[in-house]
């Protein structure tokens, strides 16, 4: 199994520009996950999925859009880049909620300048 | 914000115990709790999870006071692969959901 994998790992954006990172998981899980994670600062969760098709806020959600159309792929756009979404992405899956252990792809270091 | 407190870093020596204190006294009766480690430039990694009783497995032990408000990782025996961030969480409800409260964690350094 790959696991968690996301693609780009790096990509650098200028202001105003969107991008998609992508996220995909072989693991058959249902619960997908995003998070950002700033300089010496642990993670904050962006977007979440309980299921293909169902998505819902996290604590950061602005500035962010999610699908999930089926239970491998959990996208995250960003429409208009600014300088404060400079950070690093990470996407994560379980099985279940309450004590399943997450799994987490290697990150995407995003910088918008 | 995190419902944990962790000190900002520790230092342990190759080849010795360590052991990774984290304070949680607002934890609810049905919390677990949950130790990642982060790996530089890497993604969260699981460590362990308990809710009432000591915790082992291949990587570490957790140890949980008995009052359940405080709770300790142990590396039996640390080797410089071990260097990284260690998280100590709970969960919290975002949008009627249980979802996991990031701090900012431990970073633990290990000297040869």
């Known amino acids: 199994n790959a696991g968690v994998t996301q693609t780009p790992k790096f990509r650098i954006l200028k202001i105003g520009q969107s991008m998609t990172l992508q996220c995909t998981q072989d693991?058959?899980?249902?619960?997908m996950y995003w998070y950002r994670q700033d300089p010496g600062m642990g993670l904050k969760l962006i977007y979440y999925s309980v299921g293909a098709g169902i998505t819902d806020k996290g604590e950061v959600p602005n500035g962010y859009n999610v699908s999930r159309s089926t239970t491998e792929d959990f996208p995250l756009r960003l429409e208009l880049a600014a300088p404060s979404q400079t950070s690093v992405y990470f996407c994560a899956s379980s099985y279940g909620q309450g004590s399943s252990p997450l799994h987490f792809g290697n990150g995407t270091r995003l910088t918008v300048t | 914000d995190a419902k944990t407190t962790q000190p900002n870093s520790m230092e342990s020596n190759e080849e010795e115990p360590v052991h990774l204190p984290c304070n949680h006294s607002t934890i609810s009766g049905t919390d677990y709790i949950h130790w990642y480690r982060q790996l530089p430039s890497q993604g969260p990694e699981y460590v362990i999870h308990?809710?009432?009783?000591?915790v082992n497995n291949r990587m570490a032990s957790l140890a949980i006071a008995e009052d359940r408000k405080s709770s300790t990782l142990i590396l039996h025996r640390a080797t410089l692969r071990d260097a990284a961030v260690y998280y100590c969480i709970l969960r919290d409800v975002i949008n009627s959901n249980y979802q996991l409260i990031w701090g900012a964690g431990t970073k633990l350094i290990i000297k040869p």
């Open positions: 693991m058959n899980h249902n619960y």
């Open positions: 308990g809710l009432t009783s000591n």
